[in-house]
């Protein structure tokens, strides 16, 4: 497998205007502050080809009224085999943030100022010129710019590529534009990992975060649970039953090496990397019941990192490293509760309901998505913790396993609907709705990979 | 070195003896014990002894909990010191409990009940003589159903210990 997160070059070109970014962001707010209620669907079109079932996506609960944006096809895209502005386009409207006016046969070459008035006129408040210029060596290089309709031109980018490199250009290029349009970085150009179960046989895949140009990493009669992905995102830490007991490995996805991180006398699993990628905190039973052990790495050094009578599990660190959250049965129901590193006691997170289990705190710190039962039904919930104010975000019975997006601005989780399993996606305000589901397989444990410099 | 002495000393000894002119020969005893061959089957492993076939029997190598609950049954006492008494006839005999738990929650949370009552199991065998290192509790949380529908019956036989001995 070739390592696909080949980097490309990606540099800025003249910024004329500095447009500042929240007048536009605050632009897209109140365009969702109108939201009709009326949900709209939209089925993106990601039919399965090949030997691997690509994941569909289908995207719910957006308004009628979204921010309006043209990216036409790049002038001398034909040059190119694949299409890289289709998949720019689709990742943008899958964000469930933009509506992409169509203007094909047009195309707007980078070189030449767009009409603005006229793309005014066809209803759009964004329009990015886009031009494949120049190729040397099977590379190919993309020219963009981004202009405001009424502010003029805002951006500009030039990303260098080969063909092959088609889509992951197209999502480095959707990840630039939603920076640009939003203030908050893109999530496009990143991967996930999840578990395919396909009658007796399980699979770890990992697929681009559309769900496109999946490779499954690994095959296994029994099953594979808490895949966990290192900050550099090469490796993917994950437990495995195929000696039948829970095992720790960690597997580098480029060569296919793995190895075993954990395995002591009982069980080991729940797998969560110190944002320094150098240690893990895992659960071991070898003293009795599950508890939160740190071992480094390579296998080395686990020492207990608390003592409890009951049950701690699920530990998730904080972004800056200095505290972890976990689940523990500790006051009789399963609660989540923040342990500091350095040391002292555990605060109590959760105080509503008899179960909120698997804590999972978003990158930039400020929210922590986690798994409470509401009424009998399983759902996922996001509690600010600033505020402490929690929202309920899904609606369904058996929702698990949430993984925020790198930008902490979506949360993917796994579900149940007619008895098969599928991944879904919701946005932290609950307003937009993403479902990922393999045709004939039961998909679970997804897990959203980091932001690749 | 002391093992290398023994034998030269006792054939200096038995030189010393064997003064007369007549040579004798005599078979005895302690050469048939050289002679002999006592044979060795792996076969069926080098274990501690044979596997009563008692232990495949499903309703005695299970063990059930309650909803929530990691608290041995009476129902569960006679299987437990049935296998408690199998260890300890078997000293190096080694056994897995598998701890189990029906498929509501998060799967992680799951992996901890099943081991806790792995756990409940392992102490009630030593309570009974086992020694402990002849016993591994391990969990296989939700992920081996033995029953797959959503139903209490379901639940209810899911979550279970079983008791997993090495041929």
């Keep these: ?453 | 070195m002391k093992k290398l002495l023994l034998p030269s000393l006792l054939i200096l000894a038995l030189g010393a003896c064997g003064t007369t002119q007549e040579e004798t020969a005599a078979v005895t005893d302690a050469d048939s014990q050289q002679t002999g061959v006592k044979p060795v089957d792996v076969t069926r492993g080098t274990g501690p002894g044979d596997l009563p076939a008692w232990v495949n029997d499903p309703s005695r190598n299970s063990v059930f909990f309650d909803y929530d609950s990691f608290v041995i049954r009476s129902d569960a006492r006679p299987i437990i010191d049935a296998h408690a008494q199998l260890l300890a006839q078997q000293p190096t005999r080694k056994v897995t409990i598998q701890g189990n738990a029906d498929e509501r929650g998060s799967r992680e949370y799951n992996l901890a009940l099943g081991q806790k009552r792995a756990e409940a199991v392992r102490s009630a065998l030593r309570r009974q003589g086992a020694n402990d290192m002849q016993i591994e509790a391990v969990s296989l949380g939700k992920e081996h159903p033995r029953c797959t529908a959503s139903t209490e019956t379901c639940y209810a036989e899911n979550r279970r210990g079983d008791f997993v001995y090495l041929r």
């Design chain 1, 1 to 453: 497998m070739s390592k696909i997160h080949v980097l490309s070059i990606i540099r800025l070109l003249s910024t004329h205007y500095a447009m500042n970014n929240i007048t536009i962001f605050s632009r897209i707010r109140t365009v969702f502050g109108s939201l009709s209620r009326l949900a709209c669907t939209l089925l993106l079109a990601c039919l399965a080809a090949g030997a691997h079932a690509q994941l569909d996506i289908t995207v719910t609960g957006s308004g009628e009224r979204l921010f309006p944006l043209i990216v036409p096809i790049f002038e001398n895209e034909g040059s190119l085999p694949n299409s890289v502005s289709e998949v720019v386009r689709a990742d943008l409207e899958r964000s469930g943030l933009f509506r992409l006016i169509d203007i094909s046969p047009l195309t707007l070459p980078e070189s030449r100022p767009p009409d603005l008035a006229a793309m005014t006129a066809r209803g759009a408040h964004a329009v990015v010129t886009a031009s494949v210029v120049g190729s040397s060596g099977g590379r190919h290089e993309i020219r963009l710019r981004l202009f405001d309709t009424t502010r003029g031109e805002i951006g500009g980018m030039s990303i260098q590529m080969s063909p092959a490199q088609y889509r992951l250009t197209g999502h480095r290029i959707a990840d630039y534009i939603y920076e640009k349009l939003t203030g908050i970085p893109g999530y496009f150009s990143t991967r996930i990992a999840y578990v395919v179960k396909n009658s007796q046989r399980y699979e770890l895949h990992i697929a681009d975060s559309d769900g496109m140009n999946p490779q499954p990493a690994l095959r296994s009669p029994e099953s594979i649970i808490s895949p966990k992905w290192s900050p550099d995102g090469e490796q993917l830490a994950y437990v495995s039953f195929e000696a039948r007991k829970p095992v720790i490995y960690i597997h580098t996805l480029a060569t296919g090496q793995r190895r075993v991180l954990a395995n002591f006398k009982g069980s080991n699993s729940a797998p969560a990397w110190a944002p320094d990628g150098r240690r893990l905190a895992v659960v071991l039973t070898k003293d009795g019941l599950s508890q939160i052990y740190l071992i480094n790495a390579d296998g080395s050094g686990a020492r207990r990192l608390m003592t409890s009578s009951g049950i701690d599990t699920e530990p998730a660190w904080s972004p800056d490293g200095s505290s972890i959250y976990f689940t523990s049965d500790r006051g009789g129901s399963p609660q989540i509760y923040r342990f500091n590193v350095a040391g002292g006691g555990a605060d109590r997170i959760t105080f509503e309901g008899s179960y909120n289990v698997t804590p999972r705190p978003s990158p930039d710190g400020k929210k922590l998505t986690f798994m409470t039962r509401h009424d009998g039904h399983f759902r996922i919930a996001v509690l600010d913790l600033a505020s402490r104010q929690t929202t309920i975000l899904t609606d369904s019975s058996r929702d698990e396993s949430p993984s925020f997006a790198p930008n902490s601005n979506m949360i993917l989780y796994a579900t149940v609907a007619g008895g098969k399993g599928m991944l879904s996606a919701v946005s932290v305000d609950g307003q937009i709705k993403q479902r990922l589901s393999i045709q004939a397989a039961d998909v679970r444990e997804p897990a959203w990979g980091p932001l690749l410099k």
